[in-house]
Structure formats: structure tokens, C-alpha cells
């Protein structure tokens, strides 16, 4: 079986994010890049199917601009077979994302896409379902636990009321959630090793996909901030002030 | 005029009450309110739903296989209703962030994600990098819009003082086979549901296990608080998955937010920031959480929350 994983480079979890002073967005040079902490979560997964001789090869796929090898080098140090990189000049939208995967999809016939719920960047958490929609596939979302078994996988979904389990037809569709699994660390040998892994360049243009620019970003603002409050010395101060406001009886 | 379609939430006959915040926000886009009730019963919630001020009227549409709600099977139904109208709206919540983008899709437009502000009816404000930065969207007029509303950014409309006309949607579309529900294991509780609850306690990883955990659940329980934790605590294995309160987890706008052990990292603060008042218990007074908090009190939670509880009783 065959995995296509989705694996994005967004500004790293820790970096504070400025907002520029004229609005036009949010200050990204000089900071630090980092795999979508999701991404590394879906490739470590497509990765122990692997391990366990589930799956036979995992594909890492980028929409990013030329200098994302670097990026995609970390991935196939990590452990993938080898990176498919579409090269944009800005950032798609969720839904033209999905329809570059569809395009990858049909080339490469995948019998599972693993993605990230959502990129910690712009947040939106589409583009797995929307995938899953153009390519008429069942989808998995937000999952923590995923069994395959043949044609078949069996998927928990951290769900707003818990827990919940569904069966999926393969090929399919599925995003991680937190707790699949704990990405494992790259070893020095497995850099050196990832130089030599294929790694193919796809110019978007060359897809002939239409682009989904429905939406235009107008402005960028920093967020209203709550200001700092006072600090209390003991609990009879914490408890009367909360009572003051009627928050406690 | 705009002709907006929320799709309705519930689960065991109740409608979620993140639907009564999508109206509000359909309120601020203005036009026809419609919600749809996705069900193989659904006659309580569509009646909950048209109760709700300014509905104008409430479809249903009964299948065996809405049974549960699974995005796959929802969306070409959706898709299906979607000629009536505009704008469709879903609460961002799991249920709809799982169904709302594949709607989208199936229409080939994108979707505008966690609105918080309506500027306009094709124009809104939505968070980024956790909420670090605010976002202006502005959507093409010729396109429909489709949107999840941030529960927290909204107040649940109230019922008004009409009902809304409850009507059966005919509608025939061919459902795929591919998805089929297995089980929900709800974290069976008599507590507040964390959503919507007024009060919210929570708990980090300063807990230090599963079993210290219970004196969040001991301090909630004393001012009928929902509990929440941190993602450490979750990721710790203190408290389930669906407590998760941040960027990752829930969103939410409790008037009393109570953060027990909690360093306040942004994708924290992300969850909690429209909440009314925030009190923060930590034993180090440089922890992020008091850049925030109203209340701060530096000290160990061992010994505060049980003097705490006590000075509540």
C-alpha cells in the first residue's frame, strides 16, 4: 500500500507572530520555518505503517516555494520514500491545495492520504475534507487512533463530545489529530541518507489547475489584547473580589 | 436579500446550542435565517430550532443514515439545499469543521473558517497563528460564501416570540456507501458542558497526574464549573481529549475562567481569551498565564485550591 502524506512548512510553533504596521500581514522573514506539527504527526503515522508492513512506500508531498527542499529534506530524513515539492510563489488556498493533491492522486494512486487537521499558520482546516469531496473518498478527520485491516480502516475521531469510532472504505481520506502518536527524532545518518532520496519538482503551472481565489485577504491587525489585572495575596482576596463581581456565591 | 442556511447541531434530540450562536451571526449578515435539521428524528430539534428568534423557517431532512452526523453522507444532502441560498453556515465546532469544507468543495468555493466578526455580508474577520493575528476576508460577491462561525466570538440567540414553520425538504441524493459509524464514547458527565458553560475550571500540567486531577473536579463541582485542562495535562494523560482548551482544542468564553497549574502558552490563552474574568493559580509568578489573568495569585495549587474550595463553601 501506498501513503501520501501531506507535509507543510509554516512559521515554528514557538516563534511569537508580529503583525506588520501597515496591515499587509505578518512579519515572516528571518523566522523560524518548521514542518506543521500535524504533518509531522501524519507522516510518523504513514511512517509505522510502514514499520509494520502495512504500507510499502510513504510519499511526502509540498505546495511551497522553491526553497522548501530543505523542508522537504527534513521529511525524507524523517523516513519518507521520497517528496513530490509543487512550486507556487504564494500560498494556495485550501481548496486549490486540494485540487494539487487530487492532481498528485491521480498520479500517483495512493490507497491512503494522511494530512494534518489543520496547518498552525492560517488555522483553516480544510483541506483534508476537501480533498476527500473531489476525489469522492470517505474521510477521517481529527483522528487519534487509526487500524487498517485490508480495504478497511477503522479510525477514532477526537470528536467535540469524546470519543468516536468509524469505519472508512479505502482509499481514503484521513487528518490527525494531537495524540496519533509522538513523532520520532531524526538520527544524523538518516540526514545523510535523506540527500540521495528522489525528490521531484512539479511546476503548478504544468497541473493546469484553476486556482480558487475566491477570497481576498484586506487586512491584518494584531489581536484586542486583555490587559494584565491585578495580583492577589491569598485566597479570602481572590474570593471576595470574585464575589464583588457576582462571579461566586 | 441574503438567503442564509445554517446547518443545524444536536445530538439526542437536543440542538447544540453553537446553532443559536450561528444565528446570531446570521443576524449581523442579515436576510432569511433557515436552519436545516439533518436527522432520522428530527422533530425535537427542528422544534428547538424554530423557537429560536429570528428563524425564519426550519427544514428537515429524514434519513436513517443521519442517524449520526458524518460530514461525507451530510454534504451532498447539503449540496443538495444549497441552490435556496447564499451563505451556509455551520458552528466551528468538530461536527462542523468536519462537514463544512467538504461542502465547499462539492460547490468549488472555499470557506471562510472560525468567523468571529461580520463586517459585511461578504466580508469578515477571522483568526490566524492562533489567534496572534486577525485576518479580513472579503469574499467574491458571485460565489456563495460558506463559513464557520467561532462559537466564542457570538452569544446563543434566544428564543423568540414566534415559532418558525417547520417543512420537510424533498430532496434525492444518492449517499455514499464508504463511511459507516462505529460508536461514540462520550465522557459521560453531570457536569456544565465545557462550551457553554458560564463557569470553567481548569487544570495544567502542575497537576502531576490523573489522580490530583480530581481537585479540578472537586473545585468545579463547588461553584458548577465545566472542566477543562491544558494540552500538556491532556497530552499527560490528566484529563480526556475533549477537555482540551486552545488553539487545538476548544474555544470558549465561559464569565469565569479559572486556570489551575497552567502556564498560559499561546495556544492556550487562544481558547480562553473572550472569556469574561480569568483567574489564574500558578506557583510562578513569571508564568505567561498572569499577562492576561485579572485575577493572579502566585502560590502552590496543592494548598490553594483546597483553601479555595473552602472559602467557597
Request: hydrophobic share 45%; net charge negative; proline share 5%.
Amino acid at each position: 500500500m501506498k501513503i501520501l502524506v501531506a507535509y507543510k512548512r509554516v512559521v515554528d510553533y514557538n516563534v511569537r507572530i508580529q503583525v506588520k504596521a501597515d496591515g499587509s500581514g505578518v512579519v515572516t522573514d528571518g523566522v523560524k520555518l518548521s514542518p506543521n506539527p500535524f504533518d509531522d504527526i501524519a507522516l510518523e503515522e504513514a511512517l509505522r505503517l510502514r514499520d509494520k508492513g502495512i504500507a510499502s512506500e510513504v510519499i511526502i508531498a509540498t505546495i511551497a516555494p522553491a526553497d522548501a527542499q530543505a523542508h522537504l529534506r527534513n521529511g525524507l530524513a524523517m523516513g519518507a520514500n521520497r517528496a513530490l515539492h509543487v512550486v507556487v510563489d504564494r500560498a494556495p488556498s485550501p481548496l486549490t491545495a486540494a485540487r494539487v493533491f487530487l492532481k498528485l492522486i491521480e498520479k500517483e494512486q495512493p490507497d491512503l492520504v494522511i494530512l494534518g487537521k489543520q496547518a498552525i499558520d492560517d488555522d483553516a482546516g480544510q483541506t483534508g475534507q476537501m480533498l476527500a469531496a473531489l476525489w469522492n473518498k470517505a474521510q477521517a478527520t481529527f483522528a487519534s487512533k487509526i487500524e487498517i485491516d485490508g480495504a478497511k480502516a477503522t479510525v477514532t475521531r477526537e470528536v467535540d463530545s469524546g470519543l468516536e469510532t468509524i469505519e472508512v472504505d479505502l482509499p481514503a481520506v484521513i487528518t490527525t489529530d494531537l495524540r496519533l502518536n509522538e513523532p520520532r527524532f531524526i538520527k544524523l545518518p538518516e540526514i545523510m541518507k535523506a540527500k540521495s532520496k528522489p525528490m521531484e519538482t512539479i511546476a503548478f503551472d504544468s497541473l493546469g489547475i484553476e486556482a480558487a481565489d475566491h477570497q481576498k485577504v484586506t487586512h491584518h491587525a494584531p489581536p484586542a489584547k486583555r490587559s494584565r489585572g491585578v495580583m492577589v495575596k491569598d485566597v479570602a482576596e481572590l474570593v471576595t473580589a470574585l464575589r464583588n463581581k457576582g462571579l461566586v456565591k | 436579500m441574503n438567503r442564509i442556511l445554517i446547518i443545524g447541531e444536536h445530538a439526542d434530540g437536543k440542538l447544540n446550542a453553537a446553532t443559536a450562536r450561528c444565528v446570531t451571526a446570521a443576524k449581523d449578515i442579515g436576510g432569511q435565517i433557515d436552519i436545516a435539521i439533518f436527522a432520522a428524528e428530527p422533530d425535537a430539534p427542528a422544534a428547538q430550532a424554530a423557537m429560536l428568534d429570528g428563524v425564519t423557517r426550519v427544514r428537515t431532512v429524514t434519513h436513517a443514515a443521519n442517524a449520526h452526523a458524518l460530514g461525507a453522507l451530510l454534504a451532498p444532502q447539503i449540496v443538495a439545499l444549497a441552490d435556496d441560498y447564499s451563505h451556509l453556515l455551520a458552528p466551528s465546532t468538530t461536527f462542523g469543521k468536519d462537514l463544512l469544507p467538504r461542502v465547499a468543495a462539492l460547490l468549488g468555493v472555499s470557506q471562510v473558517s472560525d468567523v468571529m466578526t461580520v463586517t459585511d455580508s461578504h466580508t469578515f474577520e477571522r483568526p490566524i497563528y492562533a489567534g496572534n493575528a486577525i485576518i479580513t476576508v472579503q469574499c467574491a460577491p458571485e460565489h456563495k460564501v460558506v463559513a464557520t462561525i467561532r462559537g466564542a466570538s457570538y452569544p446563543a440567540t434566544a428564543a423568540g416570540s414566534a415559532t418558525a414553520p417547520i417543512e420537510a425538504a424533498a430532496i434525492t441524493v444518492e449517499l455514499p456507501t464508504h463511511t459507516r459509524f462505529i460508536e461514540l464514547k462520550a465522557s459521560a458527565s453531570d457536569r456544565p458542558d465545557l462550551q457553554t458553560a458560564a463557569r470553567v475550571v481548569s487544570g495544567g500540567r502542575a497537576l502531576g497526574s490523573a489522580q490530583k486531577f480530581d481537585l479540578i473536579y472537586q473545585l468545579a463541582d463547588k461553584i458548577g464549573a465545566a472542566v477543562g485542562a491544558s494540552r500538556a495535562a491532556v497530552d499527560a494523560g490528566y484529563a480526556p481529549n475533549d477537555m482540551q482548551v486552545g488553539q487545538t482544542g476548544k474555544i470558549i468564553a465561559p464569565e469565569l475562567y479559572v486556570a489551575i497549574g497552567i502556564s498560559g502558552a499561546i495556544q492556550h490563552l487562544t481558547g480562553i481569551k473572550d472569556a469574561g474574568t480569568i483567574v489564574a493559580i500558578n506557583k510562578d509568578a513569571e508564568a505567561p498565564i498572569f499577562e492576561i489573568a485579572d485575577y493572579g495569585l502566585v502560590g502552590d495549587l496543592f494548598k490553594l485550591v483546597p483553601e479555595l474550595e473552602q472559602a467557597l463553601g
